[in-house]
């Protein structure tokens, strides 16, 4: 009776949204990740892949974007890997916003001064994406063209303002209009908010230790589901021990659920990561876990542009290859995607996490359940 509420509340919240994206999306049909598309009538095959122009990425359409979604996801499960398919792009002038993080925190001198990528953030200077995919493929400045859309994406916003910006506008802004003085660009509200982000809050029941029920067992009714992340600073193990120093600075880890939309994407994943104190700059991810564990499950409902709800289950498991990390600092998995033409959203109704940590000897366990 619950979920049959749920589903009726997420309807009426997204019904609007929904049928107007039905009016202007085309039916998807799936799309293989290395297939090429034929141009209707003239016999001429175009590669799904896209091209660099003006230093962000060029999608020849929506199944492109998709089928390189899927690609990234099924290929490159390690985050660490996507520098692999980035490089051919990078030759090309193009540099992801996930690169920028990369280049920004390079500097791991003791007396670096400069702000690390978490004060930057912190400070609503710099996008927060906390889905290393999608940041594959959204450049350094916050764009992407998908067909004849280009999406602009900057921080700042106190309400994660983005633009959808028509593709013959694109001398404007080259010549640096902004987006929301160009006419036609259409104004939407993402997840790149200013922080503290909107976020559901730690509902569910938590535990500190070992945890031996299956990863998909719930508890209670669906949780209130909106865009928003989540998660905790841990400073030392469950003995009370705080975690040993790196280079006489504090350590402490993060764990961290994600629900996230931008547009035309949206997704919900999990990640565990390591931090150490700097002297002048804040925190920055350079010191690593001897062993880390995770893993989760999401029940809910996805909505892309022109379907009606429809309800999904995604889990990882410690026991499937590559949920257990070793010398590691971070740890993600994206557990849920969607993409489709205007309209991308996912309403969680359960979101279970469990990991376990070995920093230099000292355990940290936790699980929430709901």
Not at 178 to 196: D, L, W
Not at 309 to 328: D, H, I, L, V
Request: hydrophobic share 35%.
């Amino acid at each position: 009776m619950r979920t049959k509420i749920f589903t009726m509340l997420t309807l009426a919240v997204f019904g609007a949204s929904v049928l107007h994206a039905c009016k202007q999306s085309l039916e998807m049909q799936p799309v293989k990740a290395d297939m090429k598309f034929e141009k209707a009538n003239e016999g001429v095959f175009v590669s799904s892949r896209p091209k660099v122009e003006n230093g962000w990425l060029n999608f020849p359409s929506i199944e492109a974007f998709n089928a390189t979604m899927k690609t990234l996801h099924e290929k490159f499960e390690d985050s660490r890997k996507l520098d692999e398919w980035e490089r051919e792009y990078k030759e090309k002038g193009y540099t992801s916003l996930r690169s920028l993080y990369q280049h920004i925190d390079a500097d791991t001198s003791e007396d670096r001064k400069e702000p690390t990528v978490d004060s930057l953030i912190r400070s609503n200077k710099l996008l927060d994406c906390p889905d290393s995919w999608f940041a594959t493929v959204l450049s350094k400045d916050g764009f992407i063209r998908i067909a004849d859309t280009i999406y602009s994406f900057s921080p700042g916003h106190k309400n994660g303002e983005a633009y959808a910006i028509p593709g013959g506008s694109i001398k404007e802004l080259l010549a640096g209009v902004a987006p929301s003085k160009i006419k036609g660009a259409k104004e939407h509200f993402t997840s790149f908010r200013r922080v503290p982000f909107l976020h559901w809050g730690e509902i569910g029941n938590k535990k500190t230790g070992e945890y031996n029920l299956p990863i998909c067992w719930t508890s209670g009714g669906p949780i209130g589901s909106w865009w928003g992340q989540v998660g905790e600073d841990i400073y030392g193990g469950d003995n009370g021990d705080p975690f040993p120093e790196h280079n006489g600075r504090t350590v402490k880890m993060n764990y961290h659920r994600w629900r996230v939309g931008y547009i035309f994407y949206a997704s919900a994943g999990v990640r565990m990561k390591m931090w150490k104190h700097t002297r002048f700059a804040g925190w920055q991810s350079v010191t690593y876990a001897d062993q880390m564990t995770m893993e989760a499950c999401l029940k809910g409902r996805a909505v892309t542009a022109g379907t009606l709800p429809y309800p999904f289950t995604s889990q990882t498991s410690p026991s499937w290859p590559g949920f257990t990390k070793y010398a590691e600092n971070n740890f993600e998995k994206t557990l849920k995607w969607v993409g489709s033409p205007i309209f991308s959203e996912i309403a969680l109704e359960h979101f279970n996490f469990h990991w376990k940590l070995n920093y230099r000897g000292r355990i940290a366990e936790r699980t929430i359940v709901h």
